[in-house]
């Protein structure tokens, strides 16, 4: 690489890094105290990838989801996912016109730059596989043909893990889509004092304007397709993912695809940093929300309370990490 090559890529990232942070600072004004998940949040957006927000009802998940689709110039629809919502609510159904006597496609709701899926557990299992298509390929395809959704395209969904009654749980297939899987979590006391005063002062996500545009964010996407990843450093992204295949406490470990979606999510992170190039740290950083829902504990494990994320833990702390030298 040229210094002239080296150059452009650090002005890149650190534009990156200028749009990333402008991003941050137009959520935070309705999402107080929880920087890092917005982080994590827009890294993924970046990285175009979809996200899965879990938690407990109130934490914000449908609030951090508002405003990433308000902080953009592009459209966004929500879907409300119920029992009762038919998968042709997502994708969209053929009409036909007496007028023109032929059938007219009717987009579904997923036809938009950011498509806000809240309790998406919610949904029979049939309207969750609608999503599947969309979420992979970024078309639907409808009686055999075939309709793009607009470009970029992402999908925001919310869920509540600790409610039983009337969800159905995803299925791996379906968790699979999702770059990362993030908590919210509750806020700390100046946060939660902020958080009181700005729900009094009706502040609220649908009172954002948008600080990028849609092409804003196909320029961050290309960012994070050209940061470099050394071969020391994809070598260690390889190694976690193979260590999760050998422990005896999981029934799946983490495929090929969990070990490319860590090294996009990886790449998005540290651009956000304004660095052109990934390190060991970063990897660290989005492991457990890249990889945590793509593990399946066993039974034995899970009555013995070990979750992914204290495995992963383990493996983070057994697979040696590349020298600083070897990084770059």
């Known amino acids: 690489m040229t210094q002239l090559d080296a150059n452009a890529l650090d002005a890149e990232a650190e534009e990156f890094a200028?749009?990333?942070?402008?991003?941050?600072?137009?959520?935070?004004?309705?999402?107080?105290?929880?920087t890092?998940?917005?982080?994590?949040?827009?890294?993924?957006l970046a990285?175009?990838?979809?996200?899965?927000?879990?938690?407990?009802?109130?934490?914000g998940k449908t609030s951090l989801a508002k405003a990433i689709a308000e902080s953009i110039d592009g459209?966004?629809?929500?879907?409300?996912?119920?029992?009762?919502?038919?998968?042709?609510?997502?994708?969209?159904?053929?009409?036909?016109?007496?007028?023109?006597?032929?059938?007219?496609?009717?987009?579904?709701?997923?036809?938009?730059?950011?498509?806000?899926?809240?309790?998406?557990?919610?949904?029979?299992?049939?309207?969750?596989s609608a999503l599947l298509e969309v979420m992979a390929e970024y078309q639907v395809t409808v009686d055999g043909r075939s309709y793009p959704v607009p470009y970029p395209f992402i999908v925001v969904a919310?869920?509540?893990?600790?409610?039983?009654?009337?969800?159905?749980?995803?299925?791996?297939?379906?968790?699979?889509?999702f770059l990362m899987r993030i908590s919210v979590g509750y806020p700390d006391r100046a946060a939660e004092l902020e958080v009181i005063d700005l729900a009094v002062g009706r502040r609220r996500p649908s009172a954002l304007s948008p600080v990028i545009t849609t092409h804003d964010i196909e320029r961050m996407a290309n960012v994070v397709e050209?940061?470099?990843?050394?071969?020391?450093?994809?070598?260690?992204?390889?190694?976690?993912?193979?260590?999760?295949?050998?422990?005896?406490?999981?029934?799946?470990?983490?495929?090929?695809?969990?070990?490319?979606?860590?090294?996009?999510?990886?790449?998005?992170?540290?651009?956000?940093?304004?660095?052109?190039?990934?390190?060991?740290?970063d990897v660290k950083a989005v492991v457990p929300f890249v990889l945590g829902h793509r593990m399946s504990v066993s039974p034995e494990a899970e009555l013995a309370g070990v979750t992914a994320i204290d495995l992963l833990d383990r493996v983070i702390k057994s697979v040696p990490v590349p020298k600083r030298r070897e990084e770059g």
Do not use: M
């Open 18 to 34: 200028r749009d990333f942070a402008s991003l941050v600072s137009n959520i935070e004004r309705v999402l107080r105290g929880k």
């Open 36 to 44: 890092q998940v917005i982080r994590l949040a827009l890294a993924c």
């Open 47 to 59: 990285a175009e990838g979809h996200l899965l927000i879990e938690d407990v009802p109130g934490i």
């Open 75 to 128: 459209t966004w629809t929500r879907i409300q996912f119920t029992p009762d919502l038919l998968p042709t609510d997502v994708t969209g159904v053929q009409i036909f016109n007496r007028r023109t006597n032929e059938f007219e496609f009717r987009p579904g709701s997923v036809f938009a730059n950011v498509v806000l899926g809240d309790e998406i557990n919610r949904a029979s299992p049939k309207t969750q």
């Open 158 to 177: 919310t869920q509540n893990p600790i409610e039983h009654e009337g969800v159905y749980n995803l299925p791996e297939a379906q968790l699979d889509r």
């Open 226 to 281: 050209r940061t470099f990843v050394a071969p020391a450093v994809r070598q260690y992204i390889v190694s976690i993912a193979r260590a999760t295949r050998e422990l005896p406490q999981l029934r799946l470990g983490v495929s090929p695809r969990g070990a490319i979606a860590l090294t996009r999510a990886s790449k998005a992170y540290a651009a956000a940093d304004s660095r052109p190039f990934v390190t060991a740290d």
